[in-house]
């Protein structure tokens, strides 16, 4: 039995199952000291027996419920024919920006994904019969923000004047996103993925207009081709800040799960989303950094919220780098019931 599965399916369980976001990386000193020996993140990321080992490490710690693939949202534009960088001390950086160029002129480099593949075979080889394995890629609309700004940014300034200028070029590229999205994540699951979740991390800086074109549009046609080539593997999308869109993106994508940002009240999620629908999250990260009781509380506000629904216990965005580990241990105790 695998109980994050199960309720992805639509079980509800008394007690949720547990993953978090990031739950593989920097808070981890065997992750540190694996970076430390191998390089940079990218050279982790495409090295499938570092990769593998990587998203190992916190189910052999923890023993979550799920393990998530070790990878980056920006494998995608990478593939497509980007340069992707990952400097000391700096986030991704994608050459050339799309702000100045066509998405038609770059030239595709799909093997650059091959790694990202063997990862997912040698992960599913090595789970515990209990632990689901979870591929991953970012949404349409959040990867192009970076595509076209070549770097993150807060506002998405770029990206979203870019879109109402031209979005004829900007949809052209979501188009090449999604297309490639569908495939990736088909591939994913082909070698060994049970169930893949899109991250819009940016979903929350658009319009409501936008908001439908950009991400609702594009995610639903993810989630439908996904449907259509395996149709008993759950999808999950998470778009972060959707706030008050967060009902009719449940509804218009055909999403598996919806995941919560830390900003949602969970019994308005519960009150608001469909009644039969699993959700995922939503503790926030900086109350788990905090541990102590207001982590106590915060775990048992959550799970009262959405205990009559299909849940799946995560934070509301990724783990912080700086949380100790004991308070990851005293979290799945207290949602565990052995606190």
Request: proline fraction near 9%.
């Amino acid at each position: 039995m695998r109980p994050l599965l199960s309720v992805l399916k639509g079980e509800r369980l008394d007690v949720p199952p547990v993953w978090l976001m990031r739950q593989a990386g920097r808070y981890l000193p065997e992750y540190r000291a694996l970076r430390a020996d191998k390089g940079g993140f990218l050279e982790l990321a495409t090295d499938p027996a570092t990769a593998a080992e990587i998203t190992l490490q916190p189910i052999r710690r923890f023993g979550f419920d799920g393990a998530i693939l070790f990878s980056d949202i920006l494998m995608v534009p990478w593939a497509l024919g980007q340069d992707l960088s990952f400097g000391p001390g700096e986030g991704p950086q994608l050459d050339p920006p799309l702000l100045d160029h066509d998405v038609d002129s770059l030239t595709p480099a799909l093997d650059r994904l091959d790694p990202v593949y063997e990862t997912v075979r040698r992960v599913a080889a090595a789970l515990p019969p209990e632990t689901t394995l979870l591929g991953f890629a970012g949404s349409p609309w959040t990867v192009a923000t970076y595509m076209v700004a070549g770097k993150g940014s807060r506002d998405q300034h770029e990206t979203r004047e870019f879109a109402y200028r031209d979005p004829q070029a900007f949809g052209r590229i979501i188009d090449a996103v999604t297309d490639l999205t569908i495939d990736y994540l088909s591939r994913q699951i082909a070698c060994g993925a049970m169930a893949v979740q899109l991250f819009d991390s940016w979903a929350g800086t658009l319009s409501p207009a936008q908001f439908d074109r950009w991400v609702i549009a594009p995610t639903a046609r993810i989630v439908a081709a996904l449907h259509a080539r395996h149709p008993d593997t759950p999808v999950i999308c998470f778009p972060k800040g959707a706030g008050g869109k967060l009902v009719a993106y449940a509804k218009e994508t055909g999403a598996d799960a919806i995941g919560l940002d830390e900003t949602v009240d969970p019994a308005w999620a519960n009150a608001a989303l469909p009644e039969s629908l699993p959700v995922q999250g939503n503790l926030d990260p900086l109350a788990l950094l905090a541990g102590g009781a207001e982590l106590d509380s915060a775990i048992d506000r959550l799970t009262t919220a959405l205990r009559d629904r299909p849940h799946i216990f995560n934070l509301g965005h990724g783990i912080l780098p700086q949380t100790p580990i004991a308070h990851v241990e005293a979290l799945l105790a207290r949602v565990r019931g052995v606190a």
